[in-house]
Nanobody
Framework: QVQLVESGGGLVQAGGSLRLSCAASDRTFSNYVMGWFRQAPGKEREAVAA????????QYADSVKGRFTISRDNDKNTVYLQMNSLKPEDTAVYYCAADKGGGSWDYWGQGTQVTVSS
């Protein structure tokens, strides 16, 4: 069982930046596709970004393209989400997740709150 722990959330003004981190407890992390998701109050959870196990391919939700960047450091068992030009509508709890290779998200972190004030 891999444990994922997010950090880096907080309160920021619109236009500001935050960098989220997600640390995995197991070195098998390097074999997993990793993703970031978010859930705002009263809304369904949505996918934000995903990155291949090598880190050479990434996908983004249209709403964050050009503003967010996902990256990973397999030596540190950590995936990051750099969030720039933040907007109030980015306010949500952000979760990281791991796909072992079966096409489903097998492990989830506990989430970190991001609040963007206008």
């Amino acid at each position: 069982q891999v444990q994922l722990v997010e950090s880096g959330g907080g309160l920021v003004q619109a236009g500001g930046s935050l960098r989220l981190s997600c640390a995995a407890s197991d070195r098998t992390f390097s074999n997993y596709v990793m993703g970031w998701f978010r859930q705002a109050p009263g809304k369904e959870r949505e996918a934000v970004a995903a990155i291949s196990w090598r880190g050479d391919r990434a996908q983004y939700a249209d709403s964050v393209k050009g503003r967010f960047t996902i990256s990973r450091d397999n030596d540190k068992n950590t995936v990051y989400l750099q969030m720039n030009s933040l907007k109030p509508e980015d306010t949500a709890v952000y979760y990281c997740a791991a796909d072992k290779g079966g096409g489903s998200w097998d492990y989830w972190g506990q989430g970190t709150q991001v609040t963007v004030s206008s």
